[in-house]
């Protein structure tokens, strides 16, 4: 592969590095549910599930990969709108050097003849 990462690396890369070998068919299906449909599992109806199913053995037809049966509680795909946000804040100090750098900036671009519209 030329500039980019293999098939492998790209679905490990969805499963915070795990493994392929340790990646089983009911975590891909938890992450096939969160990428296609924008759901938890417990939400899919039939149809969405059937299609999910087909989904899992067409990939690893394709790919000729064999993931086996079941769902490793440890394994967790990456679903951004499903997984718990750790939001931290900053100091005050941080903020006001932001601003600071930001009004240095701006006059030093106006001493340079920019101007802003």
Known sequence: IVG???KEEWLEGWFLGTPLAEIRRGNLFSFFSWA???KQESELDSDERLELAEMVVELMRRFDWHFSEGTDSEVRPIRINFDQLDAWLHPLFYHLGI???HSA???TLRLFGFSSH
Request: charged share 15%; net charge positive.
């Open 4 to 6: 980019g990462r293999s």
């Open 99 to 101: 601003q600071m750098l």
């Open 105 to 107: 900036t701006r006059h």
């Open 36 to 38: 296609f449909f924008s």
